[in-house]
């Protein structure tokens, strides 16, 4: 058997990648060029993240600075280095209005800051004699990366099978609805939660904007069961939803959130989580009292400097604002597709995020329609992202609204190629 590639994809079918790899080469803004020299709208900002547009010579600088002075050191024990204390402080400024006294854990990337958020959740109760309470709740459609936890919590089924046993302690409610959620509180027993955790706007799970009032109901119902709230900020934050965290669109103040993607803007791995110092207190007041837990890269003084180099750009180039102003710019780039054959829906997010969901009638027979958008769109220079009953957009927040409309004209022309090749 002989093999084209050694690289093995993640989330992909290798037999149909193998060979047909779509190899990109360079970026400026929100565009990319392949290898042969064919320039593609970056609708999704390569997977939600590189928020700031690609070519960013900032934060390169930042980051071969860093790799002069110091490239890398762990930060177990007493370690540090100047850019993720600089860093640390700068997110808990920012995050104070949220979340009380914040203290921040840095991992590598979403995943890493899941499994952190988690597991200090099961050791806080642990350490403050509530040890029972180890059951996590997640919500169906909902993503939260693919490590243990992660894994376990997520709501998207396919992830799970044949992975094994997924975590014991855990279980899902469906996305929207809080009377599920309070119904499963009462069916694990109350004192048995530890977290709840929920993403502000539902992503990878196909962008499903939550009902209004549903996340301040779901931090009452955390809050009058002592669960804590772990609101997954990871797509959310820095500017995807207009403003620094994205949970400050809801007025919510959960116990922790988690970050990764645009903390850097996707140009070196990061992530981590922002803790309130209730739940920071026992380790930080205790009497030797360690939360065991960290990676190698926890800290990395590279990574920390591009992210430094990455907040000073959203900061100065006001990217906050322009994530609010693109969520009526994609709506309105993403409604005429309504009308295309193929299309049920036009799903605008709240923020720079978005999808078209394919009809039911014609998904049950065609199960590749996502798949085939995403392949006639890329064909005529978009790219955008198959996910479950359709294809979502999240583009850059450097995008204008004329790199909008012309995406737009080239979807409405691929949805119409898929329309007529059904
Ligand atoms: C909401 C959310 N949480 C967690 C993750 C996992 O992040 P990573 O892929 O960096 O592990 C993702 C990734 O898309 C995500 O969208």
């Known amino acids: 058997m002989t093999s084209e590639t050694s690289f093995w994809h993640p989330f992909s079918d290798m037999a149909q990648v193998r060979g047909h790899e779509f190899v990109i080469e360079r970026g400026e803004g929100s565009y990319v060029w392949d290898v042969g020299g064919k320039k593609y709208f970056d609708g999704t900002a390569s997977l939600w993240c590189v928020n700031v547009g690609h070519g960013r010579h900032e934060i390169a600088d930042a980051a071969r600075a860093q790799m002069d002075t110091l490239a890398t050191y762990q930060t177990f024990g007493g370690f540090a280095n100047k850019p993720v204390l600089e860093l640390a402080d700068r997110l808990a400024a920012s995050a104070q209005p949220i979340v009380d006294d914040p203290k921040v854990f840095f991992g590598l990337g979403g995943g890493d800051a899941i499994e952190t958020a988690a597991k200090l959740a099961r050791r806080y109760f642990a350490a403050t004699g509530q ?19 992660g894994t376990s919590i997520g709501g998207i089924a396919a992830n799970q099978v044949g992975m094994g046993p997924v975590d014991p302690a855990v279980s899902s ?5 809080l009377e599920a959620l309070e119904a499963e509180f009462e069916r694990v027993g109350p004192d048995k939660v530890a977290a709840v955790f929920a993403e502000p706007v539902i992503g990878a799970g196909g962008v499903h904007r939550v009902p209004p009032g549903y996340l301040q109901g779901l931090a009452a119902l955390c809050t009058k069961h002592g669960a804590l ?6 797509i959310a934050a820095f500017g995807r939803l207009g403003t620094m965290w994205g949970v400050d669109r809801f007025d919510l103040r959960p116990d922790m959130m988690t970050f ?3 903390v850097t803007s996707g140009y070196l791995p990061l992530g981590g989580v922002v803790i309130s110092g209730r739940i920071a207190e026992p380790f930080w007041e205790g009497d030797g009292l360690w939360f065991r837990h960290g990676q190698t890269y ?16 959203i900061e100065n180039e006001g990217l906050l604002q322009r994530g609010r102003e693109l969520e009526d710019e994609i709506a309105s ?7 295309a054959d193929v299309v049920d829906q036009a799903r605008a997010g709240i923020g720079a995020l978005g999808a078209v969901s394919f009809k039911p009638e014609l998904l049950a027979d065609h199960a590749d329609l996502p798949l085939r958008t995403f392949a006639a769109a890329k064909e005529r220079g978009v790219l955008v992202r198959p996910l479950g009953d359709g294809v979502a957009i999240s583009p850059s927040l450097v995008t204008t609204e004329k790199d909008l409309e012309d995406a737009s004209a080239a979807l409405t022309d691929a949805l119409a190629a898929v329309a007529s090749s059904l």
């Open 131 to 149: 040890p029972e309470r180890v059951h996590i709740i997640g919500r169906t459609q909902g993503y939260h990366g693919t490590h243990g936890i």
């Open 173 to 177: 409610v469906p996305w929207d609805s």
């Open 229 to 234: 709230f772990i609101a997954d900020c990871v």
């Open 260 to 262: 990764a993607k645009g």
């Open 298 to 313: 926890s800290g990395h003084p590279t990574c920390c400097a591009a992210a430094l180099a990455n907040l000073d750009i």
């Open 333 to 339: 780039a993403l409604s005429p597709l309504e009308s």
